[in-house]
């Protein structure tokens, strides 16, 4: 019997290569051939080809992040974590020869995998809704811009607005622009559909949406707006999804995705909108606008601080979606004044942070004033994002900070009648002509700027570290030229301790921590430690057999290190054998490394304590020069 495995683990550093060494193992016991691919930091080892899987009489897949597998398609497969690799080997293998393995179709990837996210990832209502915002935000701007290109170049300005003439090229690109927003609600909730129930969603969602969009059908004159999208969508999406789960006979399981599920879930969808849901929803829509459009005062200021924080908080993430969302919608509703102080609010934590590094090179390292160069630019085209690097390093100083400049900008925008008729934000949409008041739009921009660049400086402490930049380029050529050939080239005598003191897991990582730190290791032991802890939320890094094995990468490190410690009496790590762990090895890796080196080394080190005299070799050291001599076998 032949059989094939691939093992992978999120950081690729120690759980993919102990799998892969147990699995070896427990098959050559068997008396079964064996083929494991590892899927580490240094890529694909040992790669499966089509003759191997030609040939193979199933596959084991032990792996704790996604692995493709049509490749394997007819053949048995398992599905199991990277812990299964290590603590059951023997029972994967025997489950082949038991033959009660499920051979794996290309149809059923769609569910299995649609299943596992839903499981794993960010509450599934937020992923939907965002999926079909992801679809409608191109009509939004193309719409938008259109629209503003055809009133800046060809409109007319008369004491009713700016008039674009009738018989204009300019009259034909407006309608152009008004014809991508009418497909902006269809999109919407066809794509919130199809994210639910793929691609049989589609055609319900768009026509529920179309519905929503078109007070007609239900007695409004205004539509429900995207509030009515966003209802289509899911009602649509969920009615496909129950059409889709009916078990029916062979004949009419060809028909279902394009004919069935589409016409009655259109018809439940279309039929609920016109008699039940439409008018409410319209009428709340309207009011909601009507609201809007009619806020002064004290209340469109405080709805200007709440998106301002919104969207400085998360830069990219759920907060910051809602509330471009919400600014979005208002525009083709004709309020551009919701998306006005957005589009400030916008460009503000990243251009801030890159005029804080400008104004005062003592506060940041030349790594991160780099990075404020770069997020600077990245400002000037409304990309929030380019803050990230800053508030992932120094969140209590840099969040606050730029959520305080977009609130500012954000006020003195909505004070100052700032309009953006695109979905977009950040000094290049008013250079595009698409913002109403374009003195203001800066004044407001600039303002936020410098209130964020001013407070992070102030919070902020001088770096301890020598910015001259002599100095620098001759510690990368270091660490470039450093040529790693056995383990204790990553780890010292300072780096072991055979007396570890903590008594629990957490107290333990902070113990080795320590040492890493206090040997020039890492710039960081917060922001390293949530690297390690983040790796153990996704699974348990006590492997059993006394061993747990924390790692992380991290841009908190300098470079490659290794440290070791032994807890005689052990500490509880959630391992799946129920052992507490004795064998403690931290890695301390780069996010970004200058080679591959290290990461060899630690595959042997993986493979090296599946050996059970290693590891009695490893528990019975008195002193940390002699697990040091024991370490140096490693190469």
């Not at 009695?616 to 490693?634: G, R």
């Amino acid at each position: 019997m032949k059989i094939l495995a691939v093992t992978a683990c999120p950081v690729g550093i120690a759980h993919t290569y102990m799998a892969a060494e147990n699995l070896q193992k427990a098959a050559d016991q068997l008396g079964v051939q064996i083929k494991v691919e590892t899927q580490g930091s240094t890529g694909v080892e040992n790669a499966l080809t089509d003759k191997d899987i030609q040939e193979a009489d199933g596959i084991i897949i032990a792996a704790d992040k996604s692995v493709p597998k049509e490749r394997f398609a007819g053949k048995k497969v398992i599905v199991t974590g990277v812990q299964d690799g290590i603590r059951r080997p023997e029972e994967l293998i025997s489950k082949f020869q038991n033959g009660d393995i499920p051979v794996y179709k290309p149809e059923q990837r769609s569910i299995e995998d649609t299943k596992k996210e839903r499981a794993s990832k960010q509450n599934p209502i937020y992923r939907h809704l965002m999926n079909g915002v992801s679809y409608m935000i191109p009509f939004i701007v193309i719409g938008g811009l259109l629209i503003a290109i055809a009133l800046t170049l060809g409109g007319e300005k008369t004491p009713g607005g700016i008039v674009i003439p009738e018989d204009s090229i300019w009259k034909t690109i407006e309608s152009l622009g008004g014809a991508a927003f009418t497909f902006m609600i269809p999109i919407l909730a066809g794509f919130i559909a199809v994210s639910i129930a793929d691609r049989p969603g589609l055609a319900p969602g768009m026509i529920g949406g179309f519905i929503a969009a078109n007070g007609s059908f239900y007695g409004s004159e205004a539509g429900a707006g995207f509030i009515g999208g966003i209802i289509a969508g899911f009602l649509a999406g969920y009615v496909a999804l129950a059409i889709k789960n009916i078990k029916v006979p062979k004949a009419l399981q060809p028909i279902m995705p394009i004919i069935i599920i589409p016409i009655f879930a259109s018809l439940i969808v279309g039929l609920a909108f016109i008699y039940i849901i439409g008018a409410p929803v319209a009428g709340i829509f309207e009011a909601l606008t009507t609201w809007l459009a009619g806020m002064q005062g004290t209340s469109s200021i405080l709805l200007a601080i709440i998106l301002g924080a919104m969207i400085s908080f998360d830069m990219g993430g759920p907060f910051n979606k809602v509330a471009f969302l919400f600014g979005s919608a208002m525009i083709v509703e004709g309020n551009y004044g919701i998306m006005g102080p957005i589009a400030v609010a916008i460009c503000i934590p990243p251009i801030g942070m890159g005029l804080a590094t400008f104004l005062n090179k003592k506060k940041y390292r030349k790594t991160e004033q780099e990075a404020g160069k770069a997020a600077f630019t990245m400002g000037l085209f409304g990309i929030t994002e380019g803050a990230i690097p800053f508030a992932a390093q120094d969140p209590l100083r840099v969040i606050p900070s730029i959520m305080v400049g977009s609130m500012v900008g954000s006020v003195i925008a909505m004070i100052g009648n700032v309009g953006d008729r695109v979905a977009h934000g950040g000094p290049i949409v008013a250079v595009l002509g698409a913002v109403d008041n374009v003195v203001m739009f800066f004044i407001a921009a600039i303002v936020g700027v410098f209130v964020t660049a001013i407070m992070v400086n102030f919070l902020k402490k001088n770096v301890d570290v020598d910015q001259a930049p002599s100095v620098e380029p001759q510690v990368a050529e270091e660490n470039k030229v450093k040529q790693i050939h056995k383990l204790t080239d990553i780890i010292s005598i300072d780096l072991i301790d055979v007396n570890l003191q903590g008594t629990s897991r957490d107290s333990v990582i902070d113990e080795l921590i320590g040492k890493l730190d206090r040997n020039g290791v890492l710039d960081s032991k917060d922001v390293f430690k949530q690297a390690i802890l983040n790796r153990e939320k996704e699974s348990t890094t006590g492997l059993g057999m006394n061993i747990a094995i924390p790692h992380g990468k991290s841009k908190a490190v300098r470079e490659p290190a290794v440290v070791f410690g032994l807890k005689r009496d052990g500490v509880d790590w959630h391992s799946l054998d129920g052992t507490d762990a004795k064998i403690i090895f931290m890695i301390a890796v780069p996010e970004e490394s200058a080679g591959n080196e290290h990461l060899k080394i630690l595959q042997m080190l993986s493979r090296k304590l599946m050996d059970d005299s290693f590891r009695n070799e490893l528990l019975s050291v008195q002193s940390n020069e002699e697990a040091y001599k024991l370490l140096e076998k490693i190469h």
